[in-house]
């Protein structure tokens, strides 16, 4: 009975799809089939930074129809768009409320080469009245113009990172949180383990905070033309009316949005706004090509699974390994940019994708990792072999450590709900070692310590070969700690700093491609065609949902519309004709 109710529940749910999203999604298939407008002979482009944005763009085609932008996607564009002829300047709404400190990095240099280009940037500050994002306003201090509205003030920039512990509350709910780490400075379970920081967990933050903070300073006080101590008095002295933030130089200029996209209008004459996401790039499939794999979110094995409208918000094993061996089997690809967006996850998933990469290596192909915003534990784990890694100064990476544990709600349901959970096993005694009815008992505490230690010690093996250094070195800087990219590459843990162009760079001269040649970029996994993904969706073939796309596409048709019109005024003639008395 339940797998039948199941099943007419699917039924029910498909049914609503199919009538009500999928004329949507038909409707966008045909509006991409469609040829699409021409744009203007002279453009200023609007960028708005101020959504969240993802680190790479989605395998998924529908993704786009209601996600964020992807960071890779806006740097390809601005790059494209610093030699596009058509493009004369660049509008932007900053972001105020926060980004990662790596992702402004990128677009702080993107946006410098593109006033290199001979081409202007205007950005507008309009901050929430709460705070003023340190990493947003430096994204965009060096352009030409930067103007904040009167009353948003500047409001308050700094760093500020607040941990809850819940330690004491799940005490309190008679919960628990078992785990073993490896080392002390692993600390990512100590909002469960712990009701406070610790020295190791302090330490940590304060030091990665501090490089932040001090690259970002150095930046700013670059790009406005002031001493960095004049940078750390400004900006340590917030917050301030807009008139005091001119007055020592942190904006430019005071007005509403509109006035300053009329500012940017003005200097680029006879152009037109064009949205970014509206904006086409000039193409090309010349060249050799550089693969780009991409690789976003924590690091997991099982079946891959993605939402129909969702972003890839995993590293799934199978499908980042499959990507790089795809790409190291086509004769085509002169060099891989593996780009790594990770805060870590599985050890066997880690495991199967470095794998992965040094058959990809085996087979002759140069692999150059690209850091995001965050490169740490199983995203280093994953990089260590890499010919070389590139990393921004803000990336937040190494984090060389293991753990592991669980959380015990069995008493919670005992005491609240009044359960009684009994368990029978056969095999081994230990088969129940991860139940969240109990804690450990020490057998199980002694097995499960043991795979931590076997899994740190080889984590920490592969880095000392990966990065051709002594063991004990490596474990001088591992123990969990993590580390600015500026703070690896003192370490030796990357090689250079550099967003996602430098690494392309990087991987054109380690594949001998000449600094003049043209390149074509790859990315995979390869976009999920769309057709095969509304075939998916309804359980159809991805033949028939083209099939069907292309029959709407044709009666949608004007011309088809009025030959269809035709026939039926011709077909009521006769109709009328034969149903008319007849006089004989």
Known sequence: ????????????????????????LLFSMLAAMAAPPAQPSQMVLALDLREEMTDQRPSNPFAALGGSPALLEVLTKLDAARTDDRVKGLYIRANTG?????????????????????KFVVAHLQNDNVRMGMPGYMAIADADEVWLQDASEFMPMGLSAEVTFLAGTLQRYHMQAQFERREDYKTAAHTLTQRTFTPEHRESMLSLMTGLYDTMLANIAADRGI???????????????????????????????????RAALARAENAEIVDFAEYRAPTHNRGRVIAVVQGEGAIVSGVPED???????????????????????????AAI?????????????SDQILAALRTAQERGKKIVVSMGDVA??????????????????GTITGSIGVIGGKLIIGPAFDHYLSTNTETITVGSPMVEMFTTERPFNQAEQAAFAGFIDRAYAQFVGLVAEGREMAPDRVRALA????????????????????????????ARELAGIGADDRVQLRFYPAQENPFEALGALFGASSESAEALVRLNAVLSDPRTQRALAALREEDGSVRAESEAPRIR
């Open 307 to 333: 939402g129909f409208f969702g972003e890839d918000s995993v590293m799934n094993s199978d499908r980042i390994a499959e990507a790089l061996l795809e790409a190291s089997e086509d004769e085509d690809v």
């Open 337 to 349: 940019v593996f780009r790594v967006s990770s805060p870590g996850g599985s050890v066997v998933a």
């Open 479 to 506: 123990g969990g700690r993590v580390w600015t990219g500026q703070q690896a590459l003192e370490r030796g843990l990357v090689d250079r700093i550099g967003g996602f162009h430098v690494a392309v760079a990087r």
């Open 98 to 118: 926060g980004m990662p400190a790596a992702q402004a990095e990128e677009l702080r240099a993107a946006l410098a080469a593109f006033r290199q280009s001979g």
């Open 1 to 24: 009975m339940k797998q039948f109710l199941i099943t007419v529940g699917g039924v029910l749910v498909g049914l609503v799809l199919f009538l009500f999203i999928g004329p949507i």
């Open 376 to 393: 740490a534990s199983g995203g280093y784990y994953v990089s260590a072999y890499a010919d070389e890694i590139v990393a921004n100064s």
């Open 227 to 261: 001493t960095p101590a004049a940078a750390r008095t400004a900006i340590e002295s917030t917050p301030f009316t807009a008139a005091r933030a001119r007055e020592l130089s942190l904006v430019d200029q005071i007005g509403r949005p509109e006035e300053a996209e």
